[in-house]
């Protein structure tokens, strides 16, 4: 079974940048298509960006679309959100999730959830 945990979350102020990161401990990282979702209270986990399981795909909302890049190195077993210009209704917890072969930008869609992190953007 595929274990996710999220770091690199934080206080930041607004128009600034932070790169989160998620570790996997699969054995078969690069047979999973990669996801990274936010939630706020009260509101449904959100779609933010997704990324095929060769790295030749990525998708994004309009929302960060320009702003946000994920990425991912297999041999690292680790996949990434780089964050840049963030703005106040950023500010959530950021999940990474993990899903087998094909890529989705629906949160029913994965089978694996790391245990979230923490992102403040500060006005």
């Known amino acids: 079974q595929v274990q996710l945990v999220e770091s690199g979350g934080g206080l930041v102020q607004a128009g600034g940048s932070l790169r989160l990161s998620c570790a996997t401990s699969g054995r078969t990282f690069s047979s999973y298509a990669m996801g990274w979702f936010r939630q706020t209270p009260g509101k449904e986990r959100e779609f933010v960006a997704a990324?095929?399981?060769?790295?030749?795909?990525?998708y994004y909302p309009d929302s960060v679309k320009g702003r946000f890049t994920i990425s991912r190195d297999n041999a690292k077993n680790t996949v990434y959100l780089q964050m840049s210009s963030l703005k106040p209704e950023d500010t959530a917890v950021y999940y990474c999730?993990?899903?087998?072969?094909?890529?989705?930008?629906?949160?029913?869609?994965?089978?694996?959830w790391g245990q979230g992190t923490q992102v403040t953007v500060s006005s």
């Open positions: 990324i095929s399981a060769s790295g030749g795909n990525t």
């Open positions: 999730a993990a899903r087998k072969w094909i890529l989705s930008t629906g949160t029913n869609d994965y089978d694996y």
